[in-house]
């Protein structure tokens, strides 16, 4: 368990490979203000497969060089405001994917092996751009038609916000099982979760069933609300006043950068 | 007497008639029309209907996380899918990329998502863009996130079924590669839809109106329905149906 939320940004090295889930799974919002705040840099995102908000505001922050996703949505609110900027700059190298090609690549990166076949793909311009998916063949004959190897992906981080965990590291997600991918893909994940479970999250069959092992889990720390303004599955929706709010500011840079002085620079107005 | 409905009930009641009699229906980001579609279908199915819409709790049963729907797509499991595009042109290739040269585009759009697998699993994809304009049904798209047909070697039992846009229905036809006019809304014309398409398509001789909803059918709209997408689309069940169930 860690001290607080910048002891866990901490363990995010500049130029990283963070996995990031989109934002109707568990967005650790507050470490990612933590990470603007402690302005890391270079970062590589993962959207698995897609990201929202918090891929918006690392953007547009000035943390990523590179964004590897399926698309980056934040629903109803409309086009990610900084995440287009910066394509129309070309500030970031995109790595533009489809998502059952990113849950692949992280498949493959569980069990160990290098790579994982796909269906589809083929025809879409995404392959010509990916120098980390080729076309082969079924070594067995059975499939004539051409299949898609996605190369492992490994993240460095998967960081991640859980409803609970409890005190022996392991971490609830429920039905949220991308998340549990996202782990076992990960050389190592950062959890910030709502509530401390007053015991083993394992010894209870129901709550085991959905619970992130902290074999896999390499720091905590608890942080309430943790999610906001988006919101956590089961527990809270999105704040929609304050994401109409930022998705209004963040229409300029220097709107963007209001919006980071007010919620991210000067933490104690925001929580 | 018909009653007045409003556009995206005509929508919704549109996309539902082309999903009666499916067994498994899902429904992606940011579709609120197709998902209050897929929801209207189930309510008239008797419970036949199953609809798995990402983003919902109350409407997804699926328990292994964001690769269950790509699984069961690659299996036959889903019978029913929508995609839409910044750009769709008339071999209903889709750009959900975006407008210009890759990757520096002029317009970015949010990504390719799922499309470049699920365009070719699941049977019937629905394409729905509710903006029909020349500058989305395009001659020819600018990148093609997911391809309209394929070659004969390429594995795919899905593909394009229909495009409705918020002035038309067009049928595809897979040996063609071609959009056919198959009806025009309710208040727009024929001569309008061919202004504002920007791709050629066959267009028969008598196109019909497409058919306004029955009374049921928008009393179960505004009702049931309404409830039901505000739980994952709050600000559209607000703006259409001044549903506010989900601040509840």
């Known amino acids: 368990m860690l001290d607080d939320i910048d002891a866990l940004a901490a363990r995010v090295p500049d130029g990283a490979k963070v996995a990031l889930p989109p934002d109707y799974s568990g967005c650790a919002m507050a470490?990612?203000?933590?990470?603007?705040?402690?302005?890391?840099?270079?970062?590589?995102?993962?959207?698995?497969?897609?990201?929202?908000?918090q891929g918006d505001m690392l953007i547009g922050?000035?943390?990523?060089?590179?964004?590897?996703?399926?698309?980056?949505?934040?629903?109803e609110y409309g086009l990610a405001p900084c995440f287009t900027r910066a394509i129309k700059a070309g500030t970031i190298k995109m790595i533009d994917g489809t998502c059952p090609a990113i849950h692949a690549g992280l498949q493959a990166a569980e069990k160990g092996i290098p790579f994982m076949p796909v269906r589809g793909i083929v025809g879409s311009d995404l392959l010509e751009q990916r120098d980390d998916w080729m076309v082969g063949n079924d070594p067995f004959g059975d499939d004539q038609g051409p299949l898609v190897l996605?190369?492992?992906?490994?993240?460095?981080?998967?960081?991640?916000?859980?409803?609970?965990?409890?005190?022996?590291?392991?971490?609830?997600?429920?039905?949220?099982?991308?998340?549990?991918?996202?782990?076992?893909?990960?050389?190592?994940?950062?959890?910030?979760?709502?509530?401390?479970?007053?015991?083993?999250?394992?010894?209870?069959?129901?709550?085991?069933?959905?619970?992130?092992?902290?074999?896999?889990?390499?720091?905590?720390?608890?942080v309430e609300n943790g999610a906001w303004p988006v919101g956590l599955f089961g527990a809270y929706p999105a704040d929609d006043t304050h994401l109409r709010a930022y998705m209004e500011m963040a229409r300029?840079?220097?709107?963007?950068?209001?919006?980071?002085?007010?919620?991210?620079?000067?933490?104690?107005?925001?929580? | 007497m018909t009653a007045t409905f409003q556009p995206e009930e005509l929508l919704i009641s549109t996309i539902a008639d082309m999903l009666d009699g499916l067994g498994h229906v899902a429904?992606?980001?940011?579709?609120?029309?197709?998902?209050?579609?897929?929801?209207?279908?189930?309510a008239r199915s008797g419970g036949s209907l199953r609809v798995s819409m990402l983003g919902s709790e109350?409407?997804?049963?699926?328990?292994?996380?964001?690769?269950?729907?790509f699984d069961c797509a690659a299996q036959g499991r889903i019978d029913a899918f929508f995609l839409g595009g910044g750009q769709i042109d008339g071999a209903a290739n889709i750009n959900l990329v975006g407008i210009g040269d890759y990757p520096q585009t002029k317009v970015r759009f949010p990504g390719s998502f799922g499309s470049a697998y699920l365009y070719f699993l699941v049977p019937r994809v629905i394409l729905f863009r509710e903006e029909h304009t020349p500058r989305v049904l395009v001659p020819k798209v600018d990148f093609i996130s997911a391809p309209?047909?394929?070659?004969?070697?390429?594995?795919?039992?899905?593909?394009?079924?229909a495009l409705v846009t918020g002035r038309c229905v067009f049928d595809f036809d897979k040996a063609q590669a071609r959009f056919r006019l198959k009806s025009v809304h309710p208040g727009h014309t024929v001569e309008e839809v061919a202004d504002m398409t920007g791709f050629d398509c066959d267009q028969p001789d008598r196109v019909g109106e497409t058919p306004a909803p029955a009374a049921e059918t928008l009393e179960l709209i505004r009702g049931r329905v309404a409830d039901e997408i505000a739980e994952t689309y709050p600000a559209f069940a607000a703006r259409v149906f001044n549903n506010t169930a989900s601040a509840a």
Not at chain 2, 27 to 41: C, R, V
Not at chain 2, 152 to 158: H, I, K, L, N, T
């Open chain 2, 148 to 161: 309209g047909t394929s070659a004969p070697d390429v594995y795919r039992p899905g593909g394009p079924y």
């Open chain 2, 27 to 42: 429904i992606g980001a940011s579709s609120p029309i197709p998902g209050g579609a897929a929801l209207l279908a189930r």
């Open chain 1, 31 to 53: 470490a990612v203000r933590a990470l603007i705040k402690r302005g890391v840099r270079d970062l590589h995102l993962i959207g698995v497969p897609s990201v929202g908000f």
């Open chain 1, 150 to 222: 996605v190369k492992a992906i490994t993240p460095d981080v998967t960081l991640i916000h859980a409803p609970l965990a409890d005190r022996h590291g392991n971490a609830w997600i429920g039905v949220r099982r991308e998340m549990m991918v996202m782990a076992h893909a990960a050389k190592t994940t950062l959890v910030t979760f709502d509530k401390l479970y007053d015991g083993d999250l394992l010894a209870d069959a129901e709550m085991a069933a959905g619970t992130i092992p902290a074999l896999y889990i390499g720091g905590l720390t608890q």
């Open chain 1, 61 to 75: 922050a000035g943390c990523v060089a590179t964004l590897e996703t399926a698309a980056v949505t934040i629903g």
């Open chain 1, 252 to 271: 300029t840079e220097e709107g963007f950068q209001a919006y980071v002085n007010a919620n991210v620079l000067d933490r104690k107005a925001a929580e």
């Open chain 2, 58 to 69: 109350d409407h997804n049963a699926f328990t292994n996380g964001g690769t269950e729907l």
